[in-house]
């Protein structure tokens, strides 16, 4: 197989090699040079299919060192695959400086589709297709998150985010409080060994992990507001919110989930705890 000159953007399997489509595969027999995140964790990849082009590391530690070389040799007429260390370049990972540097110098881009955790996430997760927003790694810090949330708080359409298991539960304690509890699905491991798909309310989820520390690669997706169901359970979410919130973050989730004041919510919250 002869490749025509141009950058090819090459999905890589995100767990199980067999996902990798024929066409990728040949297109990494077949390249000059092979940019990776990690050389050798792509060497995996090459080793199982026998390839034995040259790799060499694109990551966003040396990005813009080595960027004015490999576009030097792009515009020489190279044929060069991009790949990250799973899934599809360019979502959460690097390689859009180079595809866009690429691009206005007149270089062909081509994508070579395939697995992407987003995409296999969502479409085992139950939660609406027809619209959704991936919105990537939620800020680390504690305010940047919240206010990052809130800004999504308005968006009727299904979220989709990718977190740290380290972050996990504190993420989606934060995902609660500022979007309401709503339904949620976390999908850990997309097709590996140990994949696992748990779906609850944002609260439910965050209190499970936060007492069961997950690990492996995680993608979070979050229904709209009132997707599921027609009417809502105030004392049920409250109840199951309070496990894990404060009263006043508690009666902000339960609030934005069923659309009441926060004012009445919070009272009810209070009714509900001056029980126990």
């Known amino acids: 197989m002869t490749l025509e000159p141009g950058l090819y953007v090459a999905a890589t399997p995100i767990g199980n090699l067999g996902d990798v489509t024929y066409r990728v595969v040949e297109a990494l027999k077949a390249a000059d040079l092979i940019l990776c995140e990690d050389t050798r964790h792509t ?14 590391p694109y990551h966003e530690h040396n990005a813009e060192e080595v960027r004015p070389a490999i576009l030097a040799k792009l515009l020489e007429g190279a044929s060069i695959c991009l790949v990250s260390d799973a899934g599809t ?26 697995p992407s955790a987003l995409v296999a996430g969502l479409s085992a997760s139950g939660a609406p297709t027809d619209r959704f927003l991936f919105a990537g790694f939620p800020p680390a810090k504690a305010g940047a998150r919240k206010n990052f949330f809130r800004d999504l708080s308005g968006i009727e359409a299904t979220l989709v985010f990718y977190e740290a298991p380290s972050r996990l539960a504190d993420s989606l304690a934060a995902m609660a409080a500022a979007l309401g509890d709503r339904q949620a699905c976390v999908a850990r491991e997309i097709t590996k060994l140990h994949e696992d798909f748990r779906e609850e309310s944002l609260s439910a989820l965050a209190a499970h992990y936060a007492a069961h520390p997950p690990k492996g690669e995680i993608v979070v997706i979050i229904h709209p507001a009132g997707a599921v169901g027609e009417t809502v359970d105030v004392d049920a979410l409250l109840k199951e919110a309070l496990h894990s919130m404060t009263l006043k973050d508690a009666a902000a989730a339960v609030a934005g989930a069923s659309g009441l004041s926060r004012k009445d919510v919070y009272a009810r919250a209070l009714a509900l705890k001056g029980r126990r």
């Open 43 to 56: 060497a995996r990849l090459c080793a199982a299919y026998g390839v034995e082009t040259r790799r060499a």
């Open 89 to 114: 370049p360019l979502i959460s990972d690097p390689g859009y400086k180079l595809v866009r540097e690429a691009r206005d110098a007149g270089v062909k881009i081509i994508p070579l589709p395939g």
